[in-house]
């Protein structure tokens, strides 16, 4: 229970990959403050987790008023955010001469803006705390681009340059920042791939399979505790070897 009595927040939470790392963070004692879009489904998250204090909250990540609101009443009800992890993240695919400008801003306004929007939120409290993790969730196709994805690969890219900078202005106060790299996880927003796509898919990843979510929640519950405390600034890849 190396996290025991840590207040941490996961946007993205009540889902796929956020779920699995509010999960692994409960396991390991913190209690998690669970957001996503809908208040149902983030409720119903929270309630699913073990132990007891966790809490569902809804929020539209790119929006800096919402977000300024959800802090102030994740404050309240559990009191100031330790632990951090950016996960919230859309797709809108689309080859570059039919992206809309919509989809750009869309994508870039929850990827990216809305990391900063928590981040900032966040960060004054930890820094007189002298204590704090932030994990953000890239994307493998942040470091090495993907066809039909630019919008979504820049925001993952713009993230690891984020990451970096806010590792390096933070850690004189003992505040941590790093980045995971998922490759293709099995959730809803990779359901969409057909077998035949699924198939080529594999086919790239030396592992041999799809991840799963609770592959990156490990990661992030080592990047989150103490084991990791010389670990600032990094990005770690969790992708069956696909980029190696
Ligand atoms: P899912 O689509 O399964 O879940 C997305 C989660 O984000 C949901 O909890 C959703 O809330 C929440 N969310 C979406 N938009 C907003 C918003 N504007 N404000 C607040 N919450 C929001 O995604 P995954 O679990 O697959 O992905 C999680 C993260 O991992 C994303 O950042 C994604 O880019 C990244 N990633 C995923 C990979 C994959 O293969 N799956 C690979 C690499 C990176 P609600 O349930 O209310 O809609």
Known sequence: MELRDQIALVTGGSRGIGFGIARALAEGGARVAVV??????????????????????SCDVSD????????????????????????????????LLRLTHEDWDEVMAVN?????????????????????????????VGVSGNAGQSNYAASKAGLLGFTKSVARELASRNVRCNAIAPGYIDTDMTRSLDEEQTEALKSQIPL??????????????????PSARYITGQVLTVDGGMVM
């Open 36 to 57: 996503g879009r809908s208040e149902e489904g983030a409720v119903a998250a929270a309630d699913g987790l073990s132990g007891e204090g966790h809490r569902g909250f």
């Open 64 to 95: 800096p008023q919402e977000t300024a609101e959800l802090i102030e009443r994740v404050s309240a009800e559990l009191g100031p955010v330790e632990l951090l992890v950016n996960n919230a993240g859309i797709t809108r695919d689309q080859i």
């Open 112 to 140: 990216l803006k809305g990391a900063f929007n928590m981040t900032k939120l966040v960060a004054r409290g930890m820094m007189r705390k002298r204590n704090g993790v932030i994990l953000n969730i890239s994307s493998v």
């Open 208 to 225: 041999g399979r799809l991840g799963t979510p609770e592959d990156i929640a490990g990661v992030a519950r080592f990047l989150a505790g």
